[in-house]
């Protein structure tokens, strides 16, 4: 085989190239070109005498040297081939076709095509400008590529590596890698891209690694890096993106590592990781996060890594890492989380494998004892360039297993309250890693805190700001305006610093002045005043006044601003009227701030029948009231209440309920005596009211100074009767639902003369009742009477005889225990004749002596 080398001036026609390199039977080595070739549609003999004529002192340069290597080596079975650019070639290109005008226009542009024909070839550094079908390439760094054709890459199925960084690459075709189904790692660093869209990876299902870093990417759109399933590490550093989404992160579920460093990134949507649970190391550092909400970090359950480092962190919220339970390195240097360090407690408290803690450059000037709660199993805790002035007894008391303490402050205020901390030093071993120097009192200053004897740290002043009047919870209408004061002493002539926080964040609303005394001049008393004018609810939320001067920072204690709008009805309720048995509706609606309680009352009660039923039903979602099944007794006015905070108002609305007319009570037919008066009955309901007209006979019927009406004509009354009022009288009501019809007979009896009147029978009742009772009196004298006598006689027969009760009780059978007596019938004390008490004493005591005996 010859080896052939050519140069080729103007970019060439891809399939003409490849066409002659397979005439040449393999034997070309390399087809090197420039742009603007004017001979684009050369024949390939035309092509090969071209070469041979302009390029014949090709082989005799220098170039030969650093472009092939040694041919009698070079075999059609060559398994690597590197071709790199040299400065030497301008100049000899220069003079290998100085001598043809029409060659030399294509002098000023740079190599345009490489072609290399061996497998595992690389074509770094030589200015690409595009990229044609190559079969093993994997190298195409350093070049000048600006596109990447459909199908460049379809017969490099096998391909594990492709670097195309530094390159001027903006976007590629969606399907250029479908078929690189073994390509593990993509290098796309250093280039130019702006915006990936959707689906641009299709197709590398096994990438595990890509690289972006160094490109200008603003946009990624949703669906950006679907698809790659497989791939743990995505790096997309030094770019412009300012948004996390979870759109472009999804598919992303294999994802171990991300990279996002020096990016604009300030908005973490929530839930955007939710596509990415398998997250184990985070770097969001040199960003521009200000906060860390309770949502940022959401669903990163596994994450062990995150670093935070140079952003604007000034507010973290409660809770907010309670999404991350596996952290064991966190990176927060560089930021400004002073107030977490300072006034919070716990705020990591649920990081409980945390080893390493980064806090360094956060502008702390005092530790809370509470700050460290939970992070019992730390090792490297980096508290450095942070003038810490304080540090609150046992804040570092959780962390038993910490092994190394880096901490730097020459502005320590030496007093009574810092006194335990040489001594915890001294015993923890940090001594190496820590240097802290005082800088109160003057007569410390600049000495180490481990040197100061525990006799000098006294309290004599207080040179650390103290808030001696702070603001309280307040409400307020909307558009009022409000005042909130804070003042705090300090026995240091220093300048004491106000500044409000609303919601844990630095307050930039509002009119803010302060006032400055010293009211006894050895202390210093400053005051400030933030004026809310014209408050909304963008007012509302916790407040809180920190105060500061070079010794140190204290806060307040936060109050709430309540913004309060007085109830306002959206939706009032009508007057209703709806049939018996059907359903009434009454709509209500109110707003405010807060917003309202709706209530409802009937006739100025709470207890009425639709309630006590539980008739009635309120739609919260649509602000309706239901009663259903009315009935009669609903009718009422019902009065619509909404109250909150800031007051009550009311709406009032009728509901009246249509019935059909009914009878109460069926008329009934009635008899009466001549000259007696009567009453005939229409008792009748319904609604509206229904109107009543009486016929007697089938004909009108009259008032008369014997007959008239009551009870709205519900009571026909005749007086004085006589025959002719006997009849058939007939009751009519009506009202709009309907009509109906009652009857009732009158019967008149004639008068009777020998009739025991009423009176008559009135005397016979009373005289007989008068008798009953003067009986009933005899009989119970009697039974009184005898009762007492009784009860006399036995308590005699106790007194004068010892016999036992029991044989005196009537009970007792006297045949064996008394003797028998015979009474003498004839005698004079048996005469039938006696009588009186005397006969009767007698008989007693001749009884009682023969019991006695």
Not at 102 to 125: P, Q, R, T, Y
Not at 191 to 207: C, D, P, V, W
Request: hydrophobic residues 40%; contains cysteine.
């Amino acid at each position: 085989m010859v080896l052939l080398a050519c140069i080729i001036v103007g970019v060439l026609d891809l399939a003409l190239v490849l066409e002659f390199v397979h005439k040449c039977e393999r034997a070309v080595s390399v087809v090197v070109g420039f742009h603007n070739f004017k001979l684009q549609n050369s024949e390939v003999g035309t092509f090969s005498k071209l070469c041979k004529k302009y390029c014949r002192d090709f082989y005799s340069s220098p170039m030969a040297s650093l472009v092939l290597t040694d041919s009698s080596q070079l075999t059609s079975n060559s398994q690597h081939l590197e071709i790199t650019y040299h400065p030497l070639w301008t100049g000899w290109l220069t003079q290998c076709f100085k001598t043809n005008e029409e060659l030399m226009d294509g002098v000023n542009n740079w190599l345009g095509i490489l072609v290399a024909w061996f497998l595992d070839e690389k074509l770094s550094k030589n200015f690409l400008s595009r990229i044609p079908n190559l079969r093993w390439s994997r190298n195409l760094n350093n070049n000048r590529i600006i596109s990447i054709e459909k199908g460049s890459f379809d017969n490099l199925g096998k391909l594990v590596e492709l670097k195309l960084n530094r390159n001027h690459l903006s976007r590629f075709n969606k399907e250029l890698f479908k078929h690189l189904k073994y390509l593990k790692v993509l290098d796309l660093n250093k280039n130019k891209f702006t915006e990936i869209e959707g689906l641009s990876f299709h197709g590398l299902e096994g990438l595990n690694i890509l690289k972006l870093k160094h490109n200008s990417i603003v946009t990624l759109l949703d669906g950006a890096f679907w698809g790659l399933k497989n791939m743990t590490v995505l790096h997309l550093d030094f770019n412009n993106i300012t948004t996390v989404t979870k759109g472009w992160l999804y598919g992303l579920t294999s994802l171990h590592q991300l990279s996002l460093s020096y990016n604009n990134i300030s908005i973490i949507e929530q839930d955007g990781w939710e596509f990415c649970q398998q997250l184990v190391d985070l770097d969001l550092s040199y960003n521009k996060l200000e906060a860390i909400q309770r949502g940022t970090l959401q669903h990163l359950y596994k994450l062990k890594k995150l670093h935070l480092d140079s952003n604007k962190i000034s507010y973290i919220a409660e809770g907010a890492f309670n999404n991350t339970p596996s952290l064991e390195v966190l990176e927060l240097n560089h930021n400004r989380i002073s107030w977490t360090i300072e006034d919070v407690n716990g705020a990591f408290i649920s990081l409980k494998h945390l080893v390493k803690f980064g806090l360094a450059s956060n502008h702390i000037k005092s530790i809370n004892k509470n700050a460290f709660a939970g992070l019992e199993k730390i090792k490297m805790l980096d508290l450095r360039n942070n003038s810490v002035t304080s540090i609150q007894e046992n804040a570092f008391e959780w962390m038993h297993n910490m092994e190394e303490l880096l901490m730097n402050t020459t502005g320590l205020l030496c007093d009574c309250n810092l006194e335990w901390f040489p001594i915890w030093l001294k015993k923890s071993a940090f001594l190496n890693t820590v240097n802290t120097v005082c800088a109160y009192p003057e007569w410390l200053h600049h000495k180490s805190i481990v040197d100061i004897p525990s006799e000098n740290f006294t309290c004599d002043d207080f040179p650390k700001p103290q808030i001696i009047e702070a603001p309280k919870t307040q409400v307020a209408l909307k558009g009022d305006n409000i005042t909130l004061q804070c003042r705090a002493t300090s026995s240091s002539h220093l300048p004491m610093a106000f500044q409000w926080k609303k919601d844990n964040l630095d307050l930039k609303l509002g009119y803010s002045k302060q006032f400055a005394r010293s009211p006894n001049g050895k202390t210093t008393e400053q005051n400030s005043e933030l004026v809310l004018v014209n408050i909304t609810d963008n007012e509302a939320g916790k407040y809180q006044c920190v105060v500061s001067n070079s010794y140190g920072t204290t806060y307040s204690s936060k109050f709430k601003i309540s913004v309060l709008v007085y109830p306002m009805f959206t939706k009032v309720p009508v007057n209703v009227s709806e049939v018996a048995g059907s359903n009434a509706r009454l709509e209500c609606a109110a707003t405010g701030q807060p917003p309202p309680q709706i209530a409802w009352q009937k006739d100025a009660g709470t207890d009425f029948p639709a309630a006590r039923e539980r008739r009635m039903h309120i739609m919260r979602s649509d602000d309706i009231l239901f009663i259903v099944n009315i009935k009669a007794a609903d009718t009422g006015v019902y009065s619509c209440t909404a109250k909150n905070q800031a007051g009550v108002i009311v709406a009032n609305a009728s509901l009246t309920v249509l019935e059909k007319p009914l009878f109460v009570k069926p008329m009934e037919n009635k008899e009466v005596t001549a000259g007696e008066p009567i009453v005939l009955e229409c008792m009748t309901s319904g609604s509206p009211k229904p109107k009543l007209t009486w016929t007697k006979d089938g004909g009108p019927l009259f008032t008369t100074e014997r007959h008239f009406f009551t009870a709205e004509d519900q009571l026909l009354i005749i007086v004085a009767t006589d025959p002719s009022d006997a009849g058939t009288y007939e009751c009519e009501m009506s009202n709009k639902l309907g009509t109906r019809k009652g009857f009732s007979r009158l019967y008149v009896i004639p008068a009777s003369s020998s009739a025991i009147n009423e009176s008559d029978i009135t005397g016979i009742i009373i005289i007989t009742i008068v008798c009953c009772a003067v009986l009933t009196s005899f009989v119970w004298v009697f039974i009184i009477y005898q009762t007492r006598k009784r009860m006399v006689m036995t308590k005699r027969v106790n007194e004068i005889c010892q016999y036992p009760k029991a044989l005196l009780s009537p009970e007792t059978d006297f045949k064996d225990s008394a003797p028998h007596l015979y009474m003498d019938t004839n005698s004079e004390h048996s005469s039938s004749k006696d009588s009186g008490t005397d006969k009767s004493s007698r008989k007693s005591e001749l009884l009682l002596n023969a019991l006695c005996s």
